[in-house]
């Protein structure tokens, strides 16, 4: 997650040089999301505009996710997202700005003792330094599709793509 931070930091000056801003703003999905609160670590929030976050992982994941994400993606950041890795508690305790954040939330898939969006609990999304917005959508494990991902899809959730669509808005009529 370190070396994603510092990919971004690359990416972040080339697009202040290429667009003669001094500030971006970023929308960014699951993992995404950890990468750029990382990077506020590591960097601050000075270059940073504001932030739009859909279904992160901002407390981790569980156990019974972390065990198959390996499949799916590198085993050493799989575990980096553990909820009770040293990572993550760096990440949620250490002192860091707090830029602007706005969280989408992924509601109303059963996840055992709350809801979510079918990869994470709704505990695990939200933040309390964030303003945070609820997508309510729904799951289909036999079919392996998750609002997680589903989300994206503007046909299929308009909610989610409508708060982004005002953020964007409200962000042009203020410059």
Do not use: W
């Not at 601050?44 to 407390?59: C, E, M, Q, R």
């Not at 860091?96 to 003792?113: F, R």
């Amino acid at each position: 997650i370190d070396t994603y931070a510092l990919r971004l930091k690359d990416i972040i000056d080339i697009i202040k040089y290429k667009t003669n801003k001094n500030k971006v703003i970023i929308v960014a999905h699951s993992m995404g999301g950890v990468i750029i609160r990382r990077y506020v670590q590591i960097f601050g929030a000075s270059d940073l505009d504001k932030l739009i976050f859909i279904t992160v992982p901002n407390h981790g994941t569980e156990s019974r996710i972390t065990g198959f994400c390996g499949v799916l993606g590198s085993e050493v950041v799989c575990k980096d997202l553990d909820q009770n890795s040293l990572f993550m508690n760096k990440l949620n305790n250490a002192e860091t700005e707090k830029p602007e954040i706005h969280n989408i939330i992924g509601t109303g898939c059963s996840m055992g003792d709350e809801t979510g969006d079918g990869i994470l609990k709704n505990s695990s999304q939200y933040l309390d330094y964030a303003t945070n917005y609820y997508v309510s959508g729904k799951c289909d494990e036999l079919k392996f599709q998750y609002l997680h991902e589903e989300i994206l899809q503007p046909e299929t959730y308009p909610e989610a793509y409508e708060i982004i669509k005002k953020i964007l808005n409200q962000s042009q009529s203020q410059n």
